[in-house]
């Protein structure tokens, strides 16, 4: 980091650590705005696809206009949740993807035949999930992430033996995972049990951060505690970084619909890890230690 | 760097013994060619000629690869097929494979030529690919009560004999478990035939026979012997195949069975009191499966009151014209004996799920994402040359990452792993958290900071964070491994199998790398 920057970045965490909690808060007000707004407007925080709540999803190697399929669909099954979009390759159409409830396989699929002409069985792949294998899953999705949650909460307090320090890098972790979930939200997608995979990949890939920021500030003794925190962002923001564009690349170089979901959380997840990680823990870190000090100093009169 | 102080470490010697091993279990053999031999269809041309299926648990590159057909060069499926559509019915044709020469008569069934040989491109590496890599079906059943772990074994057992009797190898049938202690049936066919396995493995098999509201003998003990020989099963003899509608035929297939001798004496109390109407008794006598009617037989008149332990069972097979109502009728007998062999399921099953996926799409998937993963190992090697400017710390990163990818590999193809989308997923996962820990050595271990730490204490520090981080990603991952029908245990096993090798293997080879580079500065 440049000197002057390293300067005021240590002058910050050292004496305006306060007003870095400004921007973190905002965000989670944001996240929470939208998918409070979600759960207004759809009684869900996040839309489920159809592998979680049943139903089918036809994937056709077989290239197709996707307005006039979903109208013809739509025309054909008017009452069932219908999704058409299509299936690129290196951004090249290779076919379409289309989603549905409440439609048998078979007869979406011929359906889809009767528009676009018969498909030999090698051309698609259909996943069919049961409503009831769909809701099951969903539910103990959400209960693996709270196992996750409350597993890596122990062993971050198994490590640093302090309650708030432990609490802040998990809270960092949620924060970051809300925000993935808000712009999950925001793009219009429909999580599928990938993406359910991603939300628990990005807990491992954030809290990473954060113990290395507890172990710097809490373990250390070099230096001051501001100048402890800006030390351990160069390694923090090349972690995230590495991570990043690991990730965009796998995006875009990816064929997989569920490896790109995974991608696209993760991706929000780390740059949300970036604010959460150096202003919200940070701050609330340093806030932590002044306190602390201040109780030292006062037991010491 | 001196490199001959560096690979003479231990850890990296120990990295170096992994990577030797992983190679060895992937077995890469980049020129293979020809069919490799998936499975033998039971009674076919190919298994009289002495062909066999390979064991389930025999490694990809292990198994027989046809290498010609009378004569001619087979080097890929395709060359496969072409020769055997020259081939005519009855005909003496020679098969070479890894293992030897077959001679086989070719013979005709369910109304084509067909070896009975089921043949896959011959494998490069020992790397299995999941069914999403592939291609195939998977199907989820689900027990409509709760059952024990006995009858679970049972059930298994039971639908694992069904595939043996049907003649089916290439199906994988494996338990599982949520969360929530509720219990699965994955069922895995790698092949086309889906449609005849869920039939065969999604029905409970409850055979009954009744006269009038008379329970008269059931599948299972009730039946001692199934013939299923072309002398006393086929299409009926009696009951010529007709035409029901435009579009619909009929045909029916019959097959003798033998009655243990309390069920004969069953039918005989049964039938005594039954009146004669013309050649037949005035009640016919009913077969159902699973609660539905299959058939209705007239009972000879001769039979009434007598204890006759063999008997036929019949039933129809329906299909838009005369030859495919006969193909329904064989492949519902054929069904229909496997059950009354086996017996039934303890338990009627639900079919939660099932993915159909073509072999289409996930055919270029695979050098797709080995294109993937270069690419990304290399962007992360960019990253990691712009921070620190210095090869030698972005090369070693870079070559850690790959024999880590090795090795998860070599791992997978030791236990028999499938690689599927989501083993990928966990691949990445394992790769990225490896560079993080990678970072916090190099910084760790920077001359920059601390120059009056130790070298020990100073990997103290790094391997600190780097075990947190650890065990941080290895719970995150375990309530995973138990979730919804163990839809994302591949990835999350994988995801620990990869960060587990990194912690222990990879990393201290790598902060070797870094005391070396410390020692020079």
């Known amino acids: 980091m440049a000197k002057g920057v390293l300067s005021s970045v240590i002058h910050f965490y050292d004496h305006r650590y306060k007003q870095l909690l400004v921007l973190p808060v905002l965000l989670l007000l944001f996240s929470l705005a939208v998918l409070g707004s979600h759960y207004l407007k759809t009684g869900e925080f996040i839309e489920k696809g159809v592998s979680l709540k049943g139903g089918t999803t036809l994937s056709i190697a077989h290239p197709a206009d996707i307005v006039e399929l979903k109208s013809f669909l739509e025309g054909k099954f008017p009452n069932i949740d219908l999704n058409v979009r299509s299936l690129s390759v290196a951004g090249k159409d290779v076919g379409v993807i289309v989603e549905a409830s409440d439609v048998k396989a078979k007869v979406l699929l011929s359906a889809i035949e009767e528009k676009i002409g018969v498909l030999d069985k090698n051309q698609y792949t259909l996943d069919t999930t049961g409503p009831s294998l769909g809701k099951l899953f969903f539910k103990q999705a959400i209960m693996a992430v709270i196992v996750a949650f409350v597993l890596i909460s122990l062993v971050v307090y198994a490590y640093f033996r302090l309650f708030l320090p432990s609490f802040y890098a998990v809270f960092s972790v949620f924060a970051d995972m809300l925000f993935a979930m808000a712009m999950f939200d925001l793009f219009g997608m429909k999580l599928t049990t990938a993406g359910v995979a991603a939300f628990l990949m990005l807990i491992g890939y954030s809290i990473d951060t954060d113990i290395l920021l507890t172990t710097r500030v809490l373990k250390r003794t070099d230096g001051t505690v501001g100048e402890r925190m800006a030390s351990t962002i160069p390694t923090g923001l090349t972690m995230t970084f590495a991570a990043m564009i690991t990730v965009l690349v796998a995006y875009f170089a990816t064929e997989s619909e569920l490896l790109k979901q995974i991608m696209f959380i993760l991706w929000w997840g780390l740059i949300a890890d970036i604010i959460f990680t150096w202003t919200f823990n940070a701050a609330l870190l340093r806030w932590y230690l002044e306190n602390k000090e201040i109780k030292k100093e006062h037991n010491g009169n | ?521």
């Open chain 2, 1 to 521: 760097m001196e490199i001959k102080k560096l690979i003479l470490k231990f850890r990296v010697i120990m990295l170096g013994i992994f990577l030797l091993l992983s190679l060895l279990a992937i077995n890469p053999h980049p020129f293979n060619e020809g069919a490799s031999i998936r499975s033998v269809d039971f009674n076919s041309s190919a298994s009289l000629a002495g062909i066999v299926t390979p064991k389930p648990t025999s490694t990809p590159i292990s198994k027989e690869i046809v290498i010609a057909v009378n004569g001619v060069e087979i080097k890929t499926v395709e060359d496969y097929f072409v020769e055997i559509e020259k081939l005519t019915i009855d005909e003496p044709v020679s098969i070479k494979t890894t293992k030897g020469v077959y001679n086989l008569i070719s013979k005709e069934r369910n109304g084509k030529l067909d070896l009975g040989l089921k043949v896959v491109e011959a494998p490069k590496t020992n790397i299995r690919k999941g069914l999403d890599l592939q291609g195939g079906t998977r199907i989820i059943l689900q027990p409509q009560e709760a059952i024990s772990d006995d009858d679970l074994e049972i059930l298994l057992l039971n639908m694992n004999e069904r595939l043996n009797v049907f003649g089916l190898s290439d199906v994988s049938v494996k338990p599982t478990n949520d969360l929530e202690g509720n219990k699965f049936i994955v069922v895995e066919v790698a092949g086309g035939n889906e449609q005849e396995v869920i039939d065969l493995l999604s029905k409970q098999g409850k055979f009954e026979a009744k006269i009038g509201n008379t329970s008269v003998f059931k599948g299972g003990q009730d039946i001692t012997y199934v013939c299923r020989s072309a002398d006393c099963a086929g299409l009926s003899p009696y009951r010529a195949s007709q035409q029901n509608l435009e579009t619909e035929w009929a045909s029916t297939f019959q097959f003798s069975i033998a009655l243990s001798p309390s069920a004969a004496q069953r039918m005989a109390d049964a039938t005594k009191p039954l009146q004669v109407v013309g050649q037949y008794l005035s009640q016919p006598i009913s077969l159902y499966l699973d609660d539905q009617l299959v058939d209705q037989l007239q009972i000879g008149s001769d039979l009434r009151g007598r204890v006759v332990s063999d008997i036929s069972i019949s039933g129809p097979g329906l299909g838009r014209t005369k030859p495919e109502s006969q193909l329904t009728a064989l492949s519902n007998m054929k069904r229909l004996q496997t059950i009354l062999i086996t017996g039934s399921l303890p338990v009627k099953l639900d079919i939660v799920k099932i993915d159909t996926i073509s072999p289409v799409l996930g055919k270029n998937f695979v050098s797709s994402t080995i294109r993937m993963m270069l690419l990304a190992i290399l962007a992360v090697s960019i990253v990691i040359f712009i921070r620190y400017r210095n090869p030698a710390i972005a090369i070693p990163i870079m070559i850690t990452s790959l024999s880590e990818v090795v090795i998860i590999l070599g791992v997978a193809a030791l236990i028999g792993w499938n690689i599927d989308i989501a083993s990928i997923a966990g691949i990445l996962v394992a790769v990225g958290t490896g560079v993080d820990d990678q970072i916090v050595i190099t910084d760790e271990s920077s001359s920059h900071r601390n120059k009056e730490t130790s070298w020990i204490k100073k990997m103290k520090n790094a391997f600190f964070i780097i075990f947190a981080a650890y065990f941080a990603g290895v719970a995150s991952m375990i309530p995973l491994m138990f979730a919804g029908a163990g839809l994302l245990k591949g990835f999350a096993l994988t995801s620990i199998i990869g960060i587990t090798i990194g912690v222990f293997i990879t990393r201290p080879a790598f902060a070797a790398v870094a005391e070396q580079l410390h020692k020079e500065e």
